[in-house]
């Protein structure tokens, strides 16, 4: 059983920084594919990014290469998320989730947070 609890969003100004956090707690959080997802208002949920359970391997969603860095440190069970350069239409409820594999999807998470908000003024 792992529980996810995001913080970090908040209001900022297209072209600011944000750097979202996702604490876990459990013993196994190390053994978890990690990964981001957002849903923005009207929309479905989708993809941000992923990383393995060592973080050797990241993946993003294309819209978000070069913009976005995804990090873990499993010695402090937590995964981050650092939004660079952001735009308006990067206003979403941003979640956090855990899985056994590092993919696109959000059938493979098990487990997921209660979201955070990020609004981007322009």
């Known amino acids: 059983q792992v529980q996810l609890v995001e913080s970090g969003g908040g209001l900022v100004q297209a072209g600011g920084s944000l750097r979202l956090s996702c604490a876990a707690s459990?013993?196994?959080?190390?053994?978890?594919?990690m990964a981001w997802f957002r849903q923005a208002p009207g929309k479905e949920r989708e993809f941000v990014a992923g990383?393995?359970?060592?973080?050797?391997?990241?993946s993003y969603a294309d819209s978000m290469k070069g913009r976005f860095t995804i990090a873990r440190d499993n010695a402090k069970n937590e995964v981050y998320l650092q939004m660079d350069s952001l735009k308006p239409e990067d206003t979403a409820v941003y979640y956090c989730?855990?899985?056994?594999?590092?993919?696109?999807?959000?059938?493979?998470?098990?487990?997921w947070g209660q979201g955070t908000q990020v609004t981007v003024s322009s």
């Open positions: 990383i393995n359970w060592n973080g050797a391997r990241s």
């Open positions: 989730a855990a899985g056994r594999a590092s993919t696109v999807s959000e059938s493979t998470y098990s487990y």
């Open positions: 459990g013993r196994t959080f190390s053994s978890y594919a």
